[in-house]
Structure formats: C-alpha cells, structure tokens
C-alpha cells in the first residue's frame, strides 16, 4: 500500500475545484497543480491517488503529465528559474542570461530541459515564450516574474534567493 | 501624426488605477451590466419581437468586431453559428493562453485591468444564454490566475455573478481553469480537449465546430481576452458608433505588441488600420525607431506563425486613390496600414497584432532557426506531416547554424514546409510551415550561403559530408 497522504486542507481545495466542473475528470489539469504546488512534484503515487479520485485509471493522468511540460516526475529545486528561449528574447540577450545562470550554478548550458543543482537549491530550464516580449529577457523564479533581466539583476534576484 | 487610441487600455497605466473591484466601480465598471439587464423585448411590428439577448448579440454583429486571437473572424457571425436549439446547455470560454511568441496583450489586461474582462464575458455570457464559463489561462501567469479568481470573487460578492445576478433571474458561474505550458492549448478545440482533462489533441473541423460540438459535445464559445473586452466598449458605446472607431471591415482598436529590434518596445492601442506598420515601429509615440546605426531587415507581422516581410517589400493593394475610386495601389511595406485586412493583402496576417522587428545586425538563419526549434517542441504530434515536419524543418536549421548545413537545404527546408501546410488536423501545420516558407523564400541568398559556407569549410578540413541527402532530397 502507498503511504502517500493527502493532508486535509488540500484535499477540501480539491474537491471545490473538482466542483467547478460538469465532468469531474475536467478537474485533471487543476489537481496536476494542486498536488505539484503541495508536494513540489508529481510522483507516481500522487497520480493514482487523483485518478481514484477522479473515478479514472492511472493511465489518464499519467498521459497529462508526460504531455504537459510543467509537470514534473521528480523534484525540482527549490528555486526554479524559468528563461524565456523565444525569438524577441534571444533578440533581447536571453541566450547570455541563460549562460551566466548555468555557469553561477555550475550547470551545462548547453543540455536541454531541467537541470538541478546538487543541493537541491536551484533549477534551470529554457521555457518558451512567456508573454512579455516587450520586456526581453524575461525569466520566472518561481512564481515571481522578471524582465529586463541583466546578468547584474539576475545574480541581485539569486542573492535574494539565498538569504 | 496617429496617437494612441485607448479604449480597452484606458486606465490600465493610470497612476493609482488598481485591479480591484472598488476602483472599477469608481471607474464605471459594471455599468454596461445594469444596462442590459434593465433593457425590455422590443417589438419589431408585425407581432415581432426581439428579446434583449438578440438585441445585443446584433449589435456585436454591427459593431464589425473581428476576433483578436489569431485568425479575425467576425464574432457577431461566430455567435450566429451556435445552436440554440438543440437544447443542449451553451458554454462559453474566454482563451486567456496567450502563447503565440510576440504577444503580450492579453497579460496586461488581465493583470491591471481584470474586471474588464469579467464583464465582458459576463455580457457575452448572458447575449448567449451561457450558464457556466471558464477562463483557460496558460499555466506560467500563475499572478494573472490569482487575479482573475480574486475579481470572480469580488464580482460574486456584488451579485455581478452567481445565482440570480442583479435580481435579474440570470444566474451565471465563471471559473478559471490553468494551463500547463502547452502552446497548442491556445488552438481552440485543443482547448476544449485541455478543459476536458485530456491531452490536447485539436479536434478535426468538420464536424467538431465549437459553436455545435464543443466543450463536452455541446454548442461552445470561445473568444479571446481582448475580444471579450471590446464587447463591454460595444454595449456601452452601441454597435454603430463602435464601428465609427477604426477602419471600414476594421473596426475597433487593438492592442499591438511591439518587440525585437526597436528603442521602445511595448504594447499601444491604436484604432485598427490608422496606423501604418512603419509608424508603429518609427514614431515617437509608438516603437521610436531602430537603435542608431541599425537598418530594417525584417517584419513579423502578427505572431511568429505570419509569414515574414521583409525590408523594402512592394505590395499590390487595392485601395481608394486620390479621386477616391478603387484602384490597386502599389504599397511599400512601412505604408501597410496595420489591419486584418492589408495584411492580408500583402500575404501575411495581422494575427494576434504582435509585431517583431529584426535589424540588419541579426542573422536571419538564427533567427527561423529559433522559432523551427519553438515549433518543433509545440507540435502535439498527432498528424504525421507537422510532427515529423516540424522537427525534420528543426534540424535542418539547427546543422544550418551550427557549422553542418548545406546549400540544398534551403530547397529542403521549402520542401517539407510545402508538404505540412493544407495537410493536418489544425492551423498549426501552416503555423510552424508559414514562417520556414516566407523566411526561406524571401531570403533564399542568405539561407543558400550559409549552407554554402559550411560545405566549403567542410571540403577545406577534408572532411566528409557529415550528413548524407535525405532521400526526399535525391531527385
Ligand atoms: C496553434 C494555434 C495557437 C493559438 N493560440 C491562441 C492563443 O494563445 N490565444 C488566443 O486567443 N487564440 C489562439 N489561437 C486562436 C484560437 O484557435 C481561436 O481562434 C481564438 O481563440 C478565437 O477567439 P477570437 O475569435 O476572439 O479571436 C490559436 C490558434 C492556433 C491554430
Ligand atoms: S497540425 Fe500539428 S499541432 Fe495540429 S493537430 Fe496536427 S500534429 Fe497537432
Ligand atoms: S519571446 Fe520571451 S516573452 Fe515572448
């Protein structure tokens, strides 16, 4: 049997989100969130438990998350710096900004999706666009938003981070 | 010399103008609601009458007001095509996905101003019998998803929403539903997929039209962020003197992203086809021009998915001439008025209004290369010809830009982009195809030297061709 436990207050949110829908299984996506922003990722266990409570097989999860990008199957850092790869923002320097954050984290700018530091502290991805074109570069730390980040911003950004 | 016209921006950057529903209030807000809930049938004569809901839904028809998601449609048309007799309940979805790269309108309504947009789904909701409607916003403005949901609750607390809205006997819920970072969410039957709980697979068109088999198989709107705002503007305003803002076939204003290469990037609302792309990218209202030194190269003109333009472009329009007779005028790129339908004429779109300057400095391989590469990732793979398509045209371009191209691969490049467009489920196959055809063909020099300049370096080193043709190629 899996130990994993869903604390009750989560478990009330999920059923008023679950209530906003016709068709529980509408509630799929929001749940994803709900349990990744809880418990930092989605394991295996955290998709059967949303299936059964979903009243549908693992499988229908399991699909969301390996096709939508923001879900995770393994923990992330605790810091997740999101930077925007599209064009305006590879006009606006965002391949720099990228480099330097790889290189302050001692992490390969070069390889593709999520990297995580050995600590556990920082991750950095390459997303696309974000909406903010006009602000190029942007990046997303978290749920913070950032634009016009120079490298002198970034590293005040991490510093705040780290306090 | 065209100014900004701010109609759906009006107090967004106002200083002290904040998202809450007080300020609104103070503002006007809601007043468009009191409105129509106090309108009566009107008697058309001949024992003829017409309820309020029909009454506004003709004046969105008159207002002209075109789609500001992608592809224009009229939206007074595309509320006509929903079936109100079936007896199915009618959903209505607000597209708050916001992911064509160079778009960034939708954000900051959402952000400063979001209770412009809860009534306008509200109004449009009650002209189309809506009892239940969702706001799908992307998964990464998780701040715009607190915001919404704060003004849905604010809205409740008013009776601007929930059961019996106003005392009218109207009831209405909305809720916001996330995203997950997908782009083809943003298409609208992929959309309804996502809203489903399912993957987002865009459905085949015919037969699943949302207006008859939408959300859950049943008549569904969906109309994007800035689309729902403007309705509020037309039942304040009445559909007639709305369609006095902008352009005949153009009505309205629409908030125009400007990014890339400019010294003042940033979104202007401008009566639609009042200015000219050259003056949003030079005037000093608007983009200010490219920085000292620089030279236009090229335009994206609606999103990345509009087909390029490229610097001193002429094109053939057909317009009223100085005696005011229709005649086709030649017309240089910078003159283009921006509407949906000048663009057009040019053989481009106006798409979601993004507009992305590229100077002379920027090599233009980089550049298609880049968006091959977001394309290649968004492809949500059902038909054959985009998901291999998209990813063969990705890395072509990704050898063209790291020192393993090959002067063939232009033609190559034309030749699988020609082979996805016409050919799948959604508008994405001419999406991720329009921008490797326009950039290729239209800077086919560069693109071949480029390839050219690799091979030669490689036969320099003596070493052999990295890549052997792929046999599309051996003709
Ligand atoms: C690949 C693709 C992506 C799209 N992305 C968006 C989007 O992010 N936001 C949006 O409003 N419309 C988007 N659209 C257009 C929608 O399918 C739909 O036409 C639009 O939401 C209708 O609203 P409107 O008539 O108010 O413009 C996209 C279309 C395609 C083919
Ligand atoms: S065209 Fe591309 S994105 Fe659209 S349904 Fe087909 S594979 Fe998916
Ligand atoms: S390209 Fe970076 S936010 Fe749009």
Redesign the pocket.
Known sequence: MSTFAVPSELESEIDELISHYPEKRSASLMLLHAVQEHFGWVSKDAIEWIAAKLELKPINIFELVTFYPMFRQEPAGKYQFKVCRTLSCALGGSDKLFKHLCGKFSLDAHKHGLQTTKDGRFSVEFVECLASCGTAPVMMCNEGFYEGVTNAKADEIVTKCSA | MPQEYRLILKHADQPGYTPDIDCYLKHGGYGALKKVLALKPRDLGEGKTQSPQEFIREEVKLSGLR?????G?S?GL?WSFVDRKGGKPIYLIC?A????PGTFKDRQIIHKDPHQLVEGMILSCWANDVKLAYIYIRGEMPEGAKLLNKALKEARERKFLGKDILGSGYDLEIHVHRGAGA??C???TGLIESLEGKRAYPRIKPPYFPAVLGLYMCPTI???VE?LCHVTHIVNMGGAEYAKLGTPNNTGTRIVSLSGDVKKPGYFEVEVGKATIGELINDPAFGGGLRDGRKLQAIIPGGSSSKVLKAGEKFKLKKKNKDGEMAIVETDLLDLPYDFDSLMGAGTMSGSGAIIVIDDSRDIVDCLANLAEFYAHESCGQCTPCREGSLWMNKALHRMTHGEGRKADADYLLHIAQNIQGRTI???GE?CAWPVLSFVKKFKPEFEARGAADEAKRKGAGTSQKFAAHPDQQT
Do not use: H, L, P, Q
């Open positions: 789609g500001r998601g992608g592809a449609f939206a595309k597209n996905d916001e992911s064509e782009y083809i943003g298409e609208e969906v109309n994007n689309t959604c508008a994405f999406a």
